[in-house]
């Protein structure tokens, strides 16, 4: 997160589009960064070093207030407008969820987000939206396997049909897992394939088929399981 002064985004008495600010902001990186990949990842300028294409995100934000003695920014919502947000909040958020899950709830959001990036190119779901689906729920219980909260966490979001999330902390609004209608259309089929694989691969897991246990969740992570 790149904090910047209110000053920087004002434009004829009013802020600039968040889209406007990350244009300008890829063009400044693309310029200090020449040989390395740079561009638009959702709300964020990403940029790629080496050759394993391993990414930065780079989010600009500006302060807005205080909530409970925590800093709240405005960040880009991905569609040229603007949402709060408060990392300390959050993080605090995540980490309490993470304490009542028997310390699993991390755990899962890393399986999902090794999911996310094992298409290429990647699903179009933000981290965001994972972790406070995981920490708003009891999908991630003490008692349950990671394969159980994996397939639950799929039943749940496509339930849902990858719709928006109320922000349990009452800051963002409405949290949306896509930027787009268009993204939003193949997260829910790519939700629903997993799904399915999923819950094939636990009742496999049941009748103590490990092997097609394992090929049922390499389907689920696209063959890199």
């Known amino acids: ?12 008495g009013k802020m600039v589009s968040s889209d406007t600010l990350l244009r300008r902001i890829l063009d400044d990186l693309r310029e200090r960064y020449p040989s390395s990949g740079v561009f638009k990842d959702g709300l964020a ?22 909530n409970k003695g925590r800093p709240v920014y405005l960040i880009p919502d991905g569609m040229g407008d603007w949402f709060e ?14 304490d009542r899950s028997g310390k699993k709830l991390a755990k899962v959001s890393q399986l999902l987000r090794w999911w996310k990036h094992a298409r290429n190119p990647s699903l179009p779901i933000r981290s965001f939206y994972i972790d406070m689906v995981l920490a708003a729920t009891s999908l991630c219980g003490p008692a349950k396997t990671y394969a159980s909260c994996l397939r639950d966490f799929f039943f749940t979001v496509s339930r849902g049909r990858c719709g928006a999330l109320p922000d349990p902390c009452g800051i963002a609004g409405a949290i949306e897992a896509t930027d787009t209608d268009v993204q939003r259309d193949l997260l829910r089929r790519a939700v629903e394939y997993a799904l399915g694989h999923a819950d094939a691969a636990i009742a496999a897991e049941a009748r103590r ?17």
């Open 45 to 66: 300028a990403a940029i790629e070093f080496g050759s394993t294409k391993q990414s930065l995100d780079v989010v600009p934000a500006i302060f807005q207030r205080f």
């Open 1 to 12: 997160m790149v904090i910047l002064r209110k000053q920087e985004v004002m434009w004829g």
């Open 85 to 98: 947000t408060s990392p300390q909040t959050h993080d605090r958020y995540f980490a309490e969820a993470h």
């Open 209 to 225: 088929d490990f092997e097609e246990a394992n090929r049922q969740w390499n389907l689920v992570f696209n063959g890199e399981f």
